[in-house]
């Protein structure tokens, strides 16, 4: 196995509810003054038990955070996030409010900072760590420790944030990890991660986030060169980022009356939605801050859904 960074070691939101009339969606809001607290109120809004790990992962970037949605939402949990040097108050007290032992910390010290894990094991959280040498090994790491001999395994560009956040909530939904991969090729801790002779990731299917030019058919043609000839590869991909979101929701959440809606132009609150919607059996879309984009639009005019959480940013028009 490949070095790994690997260390295991012993505010105000808002939630409102605004009832339409019967033939209209109920419309809900998750948000807080920054993505810090509206992390916080998605938290707030999970059901389950109070006493589940915590995820925490940086909400200044969003390479190492991007293995964070997927993992979370397999562990029926959620995502809090830090500055890389301090906690802030918001999520110092969702943690006390969750009296959570464990905490997840998701990517490296340059993400998230020894300071913040001598904070959090000071306050007698059990903190371990799942960080590799850059955004596709930490994306390896989480898989392998995180899920066990999962059957489907997601591919999704490093390069930006849209697809993985968008996969996430499915991923989550179905016990599956997000691998990153570089839109021409398959880093190398990724190709260790599936032909690993201790932790091995030997899925049966590949589902594959985004058009060529975010994951290429050469980057496929290597992971089938790695024993995978026979396991099945499904492309979800649209022409932008919020027709790709509309893709993976029709795939894997074809009924539901549930969507959760976040900003598909920055990633803290889409990522902080993943696990939300994977827990509530809901497609994640990813909308503008003021405007519906075309094909999020037409996705809502086709399921007429019963409820729409928005999470973070102003209720589109």
Same mark, same amino acid.
């Given at each position: 196995?490949?070095?790994?960074?690997?260390?295991?070691?012993?505010?105000?939101?808002?939630?409102?509810?605004?009832?339409? *009339?019967?033939?209209?969606? +109920?419309?809900?809001?998750?948000?807080?003054?920054?993505?810090?607290?509206?992390?916080?109120?998605?938290?707030?809004?999970?059901?389950?038990?109070?006493?589940?790990?915590?995820?925490?992962?940086?909400?200044?970037?969003?390479?190492?955070?991007?293995?964070?949605?997927?993992?979370?939402? =397999?562990? %029926?949990?959620?995502?809090?996030? @830090?500055?890389?040097?301090?906690?802030?108050?918001?999520?110092?007290?969702?943690? =006390?409010?969750?009296?959570?032992?464990?905490?997840? +910390?998701?990517?490296?010290? *340059?993400?998230?900072?020894?300071?913040?894990?001598?904070?959090?094991?000071?306050?007698?959280?059990?903190?371990?760590?799942?960080?590799?040498?850059?955004?596709? /090994?930490?994306?390896?790491? =989480?898989?392998?420790?995180?899920?066990?001999?999962?059957?489907?395994?997601?591919?999704?560009?490093?390069?930006?944030?849209?697809?993985?956040?968008?996969?996430?909530?499915?991923?989550?939904?179905?016990?599956?990890?997000?691998?990153?991969?570089?839109?021409?090729?398959? *880093?190398?801790?990724?190709?260790?991660?599936?032909?690993?002779?201790?932790?091995?990731?030997?899925?049966?299917?590949?589902?594959?986030?985004? /058009?060529?030019?975010?994951?290429?058919?050469?980057?496929?043609? %290597?992971?089938?060169?790695?024993?995978?000839?026979?396991? @099945?590869?499904?492309?979800?991909?649209?022409?932008?980022?919020?027709?790709?979101?509309?893709?993976?929701?029709?795939?894997?959440?074809?009924?539901?009356?549930? +969507?959760?809606?976040?900003?598909?132009?920055?990633?803290?609150?889409?990522?902080?939605?993943?696990?939300?919607?994977?827990?509530?059996?809901?497609?994640?879309?990813?909308? %503008?801050?003021? @405007?519906? *984009?075309?094909?999020?639009?037409?996705?809502?005019?086709?399921?007429?859904?019963?409820?729409?959480?928005? +999470?973070?940013?102003?209720?589109?028009?």
């Amino acid at each position: 196995m490949h070095r790994r960074l690997i260390t295991a070691l012993a505010a105000s939101t808002v939630l409102a509810l605004a009832t339409a *009339p019967a033939a209209q969606a +109920v419309d809900g809001r998750l948000a807080g003054a920054d993505r810090y607290e509206t992390a916080v109120a998605v938290s707030r809004a999970f059901e389950g038990s109070r006493y589940a790990p915590v995820f925490l992962a940086t909400g200044e970037n969003f390479p190492d955070a991007l293995a964070a949605a997927a993992a979370a939402g =397999a562990d %029926q949990s959620r995502v809090l996030l @830090t500055g890389r040097y301090a906690l802030p108050p918001s999520t110092l007290d969702e943690l =006390a409010a969750r009296r959570s032992a464990a905490v997840y +910390v998701v990517g490296g010290t *340059p993400s998230v900072s020894t300071e913040v894990q001598t904070t959090l094991e000071r306050l007698g959280h059990t903190v371990l760590r799942f960080a590799g040498e850059d955004r596709y /090994d930490t994306s390896a790491v =989480a898989a392998q420790i995180l899920f066990d001999d999962p059957d489907t395994v997601f591919l999704a560009t490093g390069e930006n944030f849209p697809d993985a956040l968008s996969g996430a909530a499915a991923a989550g939904s179905i016990g599956a990890p997000v691998l990153l991969v570089r839109p021409d090729g398959l *880093p190398d801790p990724v190709r260790s991660a599936l032909t690993d002779d201790v932790l091995p990731l030997r899925p049966s299917r590949f589902v594959v986030l985004g /058009d060529e030019n975010a994951v290429s058919g050469a980057v496929l043609d %290597q992971v089938r060169a790695l024993g995978f000839q026979d396991a @099945t590869f499904e492309r979800l991909a649209g022409p932008d980022r919020y027709a790709t979101s509309v893709a993976v929701g029709r795939r894997f959440f074809p009924t539901s009356t549930h +969507v959760v809606l976040a900003v598909g132009d920055d990633f803290p609150d889409a990522l902080a939605a993943g696990p939300f919607a994977a827990a509530t059996g809901a497609p994640l879309l990813l909308t %503008q801050r003021t @405007t519906t *984009p075309a094909a999020t639009r037409a996705e809502l005019d086709r399921r007429q859904p019963a409820d729409r959480y928005f +999470v973070g940013a102003a209720q589109p028009n």
